[in-house]
């Protein structure tokens, strides 16, 4: 029988492939968008600034060297990260992470979809399409070249497991979407998202270790999943990969989170917690509302969660690094714990 021997979380965010002292380059960004959401509400960065004054000295937050130490602890614990998965050495990794417009559209948009095709190709980046993108926005190249190898790379993807996690949903009463064969447009293939593409270059650093990605639309309206049932989505994937019967070690990967790109560490200690507790009620009555933009991949977490819900792995979060970069809290928080 197959068996689940560790699992993981990592956050993704540009951010992490941002030199810190390009950071302020989405922070203008933050400054034009009309609608953060944090709390619930929406509100403009004046408004956001403004609302959140009392609750921290962000302009402190965002000097260099406050943001120099961040960067710094968040390569160690990717370093950390890729040096586990390295030495654990699972013969397959389920990813669980989201679709951010990159195979899925506004035409189609399922909540949970699973992999099942022969393999997936992580799209090459070249130098050329890197230099064109950074002429236009050298923040969004960066964050391409990190989820994205120089030349087209292909994952093997254990379709047995895939299908067995599919039968299980199906019995379990999830009507989850699948997907076997990666999705084109007239520009090509397109490759795997972020989410995955992520944890292929900087954790896996791009051995072709089977791979079963699972994608979940944290992120648009109307049909977000609630964390409730992330939760139970998650003990489904659980049960499938115990009861799969080959002889198989698993890891599982939560990719993204945690809040973004207002960061609310509040929020991210309640949910940090409340999963190395397994404390299941404060997990699964966050309020749905919380869960937006960024902040929504903790839902990735979630599922992580339910999946290791059954198994006697422990949670150990290697670090929380809230990276802010404008005076109204806005960023990136980083997470990263294991399961062993
Ligand atoms: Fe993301």
């Given at each position: 029988?197959?068996?689940?021997?560790?699992?993981?979380?990592s956050s993704h965010g540009p951010l992490l492939s941002t030199p810190?002292?390009?950071?302020?380059?989405?922070?203008?960004?933050?400054?034009?968008?009309?609608?953060?959401?944090?709390?619930?509400?929406?509100?403009?960065?004046?408004?956001?600034?403004?609302?959140?004054?009392?609750?921290?000295?962000?302009?402190?937050?965002?000097?260099?060297?406050?943001?120099?130490?961040?960067?710094?602890?968040?390569?160690?614990?990717?370093?950390?990260?890729?040096?586990?998965?390295?030495?654990?050495?699972?013969?397959?990794?389920?990813?669980?992470?989201?679709?951010?417009?990159?195979?899925?559209?506004?035409?189609?948009?399922?909540?949970?979809?699973?992999?099942?095709?022969?393999?997936v190709i992580n799209t090459g980046l070249t130098q050329e399409a890197?230099?064109?993108?950074?002429?236009?926005?050298?923040?969004?190249?960066?964050?391409?070249?990190?989820?994205?190898?120089?030349?087209?790379?292909?994952?093997?993807?254990?379709?047995?497991?895939?299908?067995?996690?599919?039968?299980?949903?199906?019995?379990?009463?999830?009507?989850?979407?699948?997907?076997?064969?990666?999705?084109?447009?007239?520009?090509?293939?397109?490759?795997?998202?972020?989410?995955?593409?992520?944890?292929?270059?900087?954790?896996?650093?791009?051995?072709?270790?089977?791979?079963?990605?699972?994608?979940?639309?944290?992120?648009?309206?109307?049909?977000?999943?609630?964390?409730?049932?992330?939760?139970?989505?998650?003990?489904?994937?659980?049960?499938?990969?115990?009861?799969?019967?080959?002889?198989?070690?698993?890891?599982?990967?939560?990719?993204?989170?945690?809040?973004?790109?207002?960061?609310?560490?509040?929020f991210d200690d309640r949910l940090l917690k409340a999963m190395a507790?397994?404390?299941?009620?404060?997990?699964?009555?966050?309020?749905?509302?919380?869960?937006?933009?960024?902040?929504?991949?903790?839902?990735?977490?979630?599922?992580?969660?339910?999946?290791?819900?059954?198994?006697?792995?422990?949670?150990?979060?290697?670090?929380?690094?809230?990276?802010?970069?404008?005076?109204?809290?806005?960023?990136?928080?980083?997470?990263?714990?294991?399961?062993?």
């Amino acid at each position: 029988m197959a068996e689940i021997i560790y699992g993981f979380g990592s956050s993704h965010g540009p951010l992490l492939s941002t030199p810190p002292e390009k950071w302020d380059l989405r922070a203008a960004d933050d400054r034009k968008n009309p609608s953060h959401p944090f709390r619930g509400d929406f509100y403009t960065w004046p408004e956001l600034y403004e609302h959140r004054k009392s609750e921290n000295d962000f302009e402190k937050e965002i000097e260099i060297g406050v943001r120099e130490g961040r960067a710094e602890r968040n390569h160690k614990s990717l370093d950390a990260l890729a040096d586990k998965f390295e030495e654990v050495d699972p013969d397959i990794c389920v990813v669980v992470g989201d679709d951010q417009h990159e195979w899925f559209q506004d035409q189609v948009q399922p909540s949970f979809t699973v992999y099942f095709g022969d393999e997936v190709i992580n799209t090459g980046l070249t130098q050329e399409a890197y230099d064109a993108m950074a002429q236009r926005s050298l923040g969004l190249a960066l964050s391409l070249a990190a989820n994205h190898p120089p030349e087209d790379h292909s994952y093997p993807v254990p379709t047995g497991l895939a299908h067995r996690i599919i039968e299980q949903a199906i019995d379990d009463e999830f009507d989850i979407a699948t997907s076997g064969e990666q999705p084109s447009n007239e520009k090509g293939l397109i490759g795997v998202g972020h989410a995955v593409g992520f944890i292929y270059r900087r954790i896996l650093r791009d051995k072709p270790v089977p791979v079963i990605p699972i994608l979940l639309n944290t992120f648009f309206p109307p049909n977000q999943p609630t964390p409730k049932r992330c939760y139970e989505f998650g003990q489904s994937i659980g049960r499938a990969i115990r009861s799969w019967g080959e002889d198989k070690r698993v890891a599982v990967c939560a990719s993204g989170g945690v809040s973004h790109f207002v960061i609310d560490e509040e929020f991210d200690d309640r949910l940090l917690k409340a999963m190395a507790a397994r404390d299941v009620d404060t997990i699964i009555n966050e309020p749905n509302h919380m869960f937006r933009s960024g902040t929504s991949e903790t839902k990735n977490w979630i599922t992580v969660s339910g999946i290791l819900s059954e198994t006697s792995l422990e949670m150990n979060l290697l670090d929380y690094v809230p990276c802010y970069r404008s005076e109204a809290g806005t960023g990136n928080a980083m997470a990263f714990a294991t399961w062993q």
